[in-house]
């Protein structure tokens, strides 16, 4: 069984940062893409974040410049750096890969449960 866990996120004033991370555990053959989206309190899912398994990136307009994602392969983990945080990057923090349990099997979508990242002003 696959299983995400996101670590890092709690509550920061404005213009600090924070770095995220997402270990993904588990009988897993191979990683694909992975991310990281976010949902703020009243809001719908928005992407923030991906990158592939080859290093390239993509970040949401809302956060370059101040966000960066980056992955151990090794450790099948992915990271969320964010810089000059303000109060409307207040979300939950979801992160999710796409990867392989065996050499035969589909590529499959798991997400992991979810951190609180909370800015004051």
């Known amino acids: 069984q696959v299983q995400l866990v996101e670590s890092g996120g709690g509550l920061v004033q404005a213009g600090g940062s924070l770095r995220l991370s997402c270990a993904a555990s588990?009988?897993?053959?191979?990683?694909?893409?992975m991310g990281w989206y976010r949902q703020a309190p009243g809001k719908q899912r928005e992407y923030v974040a991906i990158i592939t398994s080859g290093g390239s990136t993509s970040l949401a307009d809302s956060v370059k410049g101040r966000f960066a994602i980056s992955r151990d392969n090794r450790k099948n983990t992915v990271y969320l750096q964010m810089n000059s945080l303000n109060p409307e990057d207040t979300a939950v923090y979801y992160c999710?890969?796409?990867?392989?349990?065996?050499?035969?099997?589909?590529?499959?979508?798991?997400w992991g449960q979810g951190t609180q990242v909370t800015v004051s002003s």
């Open positions: 588990g009988s897993i053959f191979s990683m694909n893409t």
């Open positions: 999710y890969a796409f990867l392989r349990v065996a050499a035969t099997s589909t590529l499959r979508e798991y």
